[in-house]
């Protein structure tokens, strides 16, 4: 009967990272969405869609992705809470937010 309860409860503790990540498309010189609010734990695809070259660039993570061309893409989890503002590096009035908390 332990050990039942014990699967049962860990079956229903929330996963440590989403069951499916987050996509934010590159478009039109812009993110979409441009603010995003996520859990610890997320990850995010960033698709280039727009027919330039496109980076993504967060300052607060060290991260600055390699150029993407058309349908390329670039993946980052978001693990602490936080703000992590971002920007296109070639682009920098591209900008975009992503909210993490609980």
């Known amino acids: 009967m332990r050990r039942l309860l014990l699967a049962l409860a860990l079956l229903a503790a929330p996963p440590a990272f989403a069951d499916e990540p987050t996509t934010v498309i590159i478009d039109n010189f812009a993110f979409k969405p441009n603010v995003i609010s996520v859990k610890p ?19 607060d993570m060290k991260v600055k992705s390699p150029l993407m061309d058309t349908d390329g893409t670039y993946d980052a989890d978001f693990e602490k809470p936080g703000e ?8 920098p009035m591209m900008t975009g937010k992503v909210i993490v908390a609980e």
């Open 41 to 59: 734990g997320t990850h995010i695809i960033f698709k280039n869609q727009d027919d330039l070259p496109h980076s993504v660039v967060i300052p």
């Open 84 to 91: 992590y503002k971002y920007f296109c590096g070639i682009h």
